[in-house]
């Protein structure tokens, strides 16, 4: 059975909007255990603290399963950027990826043509 590539990407849509639809509504309950007991506040914290990782981990498996690069600078991996393309200059041919967290980027030690903004 192949699988249609229109399907697969409407599928990854939708788990990335179901992700952060839950990221928001973690933002909210994170929000709203600011009014509990100090007793229940930490109980809360530390649940809301282990949702936000797995929301994370499954992130990173999604975009792992459909292709993208994953720096592992931290856990969960970190998802990485297409940011340009290699000057043929020592770099292999293809797409240059980078961590929008620590800045590592697939094209190191030569340089590229970037096309993405700059980073901050």
């Known amino acids: 059975m192949e699988l249609d590539p229109q399907v697969v990407a409407s599928g990854a849509n939708a788990a990335k ?3 952060d639809a839950l990221r ?3 933002g909210i309950y994170t929000d709203a ?3 509990l007991p100090a007793k229940d506040q930490q109980t809360a914290t530390l649940a809301i603290e282990k949702s936000i990782e797995q929301l994370d981990i499954a992130e990173a498996q999604i ?4 292709g993208y690069e994953l720096c592992k600078c ?3 991996p970190t998802v990485m950027l297409t940011v340009g393309h290699s000057n043929a200059r020592g770099n292999k041919p293809g797409p240059i990826y980078e961590c929008p967290k620590c800045g590592y980027d697939t094209a190191a030690p030569f340089s590229f043509i970037r096309t993405a903004p700059p980073r901050e």
């Open 17 to 19: 909007s179901a992700i």
């Open 24 to 26: 928001a509504l973690l």
């Open 33 to 35: 255990t600011k009014s």
């Open 63 to 66: 975009a792992r399963a459909l």
């Open 74 to 76: 931290q856990f969960p």
